[in-house]
């Protein structure tokens, strides 16, 4: 990074998980990313169990794409989401620039000269909601907070 000029934060970690590597142009690079940058380390889907202080968990590997398990003592398991947490004085990449929440235009011109479609999700159906006495069509006209607990 001193190479190219930029500055970094004056305590950095003495070691940190950074994997810079090239994933190609325009839309296998954003397929590449799109995987690292709106997700966590790992999902609670892929957390098997955890049963006397052993975290077994799911993953991908990343040479054959084959999906593997792996159990761990849970001191070891943190340790390994830990070591994808940023040092301080840095930032996720999808906070800035045309990935920032409040960049849409701006990520619609990225995907125009990058010539990605990227269509609208379609909505899923709402389920039919019946009535339990007359067993009629319920109609959703609003949706109540869930009740928080009171301290003390």
Same mark, same amino acid.
């Given at each position: 990074? %001193?190479? &190219?000029? $930029? ?5 950095? @970690?003495?070691? =940190?998980? #950074?994997? !810079? /590597?090239?994933?190609?142009?325009? #839309?296998?690079? +954003? ?5 690292? +940058?709106?997700? *966590?380390?790992?999902? &609670? ?8 202080? /052993? ?5 991908? &590997? ?9 159990? $761990?003592? *849970? &001191?070891?398991?943190? =340790?390994?989401? $830990?070591?994808?947490? $940023? ?16 960049? %849409?235009?701006? +990520? %619609? +011109?990225? /995907? ?7 269509? #609208? #999700?379609?909505? %899923?159906?709402? @389920?039919?909601?019946? !009535?339990?006495?007359?067993? *009629?069509?319920? /109609? ?11 301290? *003390?």
């Amino acid at each position: 990074m %001193k190479v &190219e000029g $930029l500055p970094l934060p004056t305590r950095l @970690p003495p070691k =940190w998980v #950074a994997d !810079c /590597q090239s994933v190609g142009r325009g #839309a296998p690079a +954003l397929e590449y990313l799109s995987r690292y +940058l709106y997700r *966590g380390v790992i999902s &609670e889907a892929n957390i098997i169990a955890d049963h006397h202080g /052993q975290v077994t968990f799911r993953y991908t &590997e990343g040479a054959t794409g084959a999906i593997r398990t792996r159990t $761990l003592p *849970g &001191e070891d398991f943190l =340790w390994l989401v $830990l070591q994808h947490v $940023l040092p301080r004085g840095f930032r996720r990449v999808r906070d800035y620039g045309f990935l920032h929440g409040n960049a %849409k235009p701006l +990520l %619609k +011109l990225v /995907q125009l000269v990058l010539h990605v479609l990227i269509t #609208a #999700a379609t909505p %899923k159906p709402r @389920p039919i909601v019946s !009535c339990p006495s007359c067993r *009629g069509v319920m /109609q959703v006209v609003g949706v109540l907070p869930p009740l928080r607990a009171h301290p *003390g």
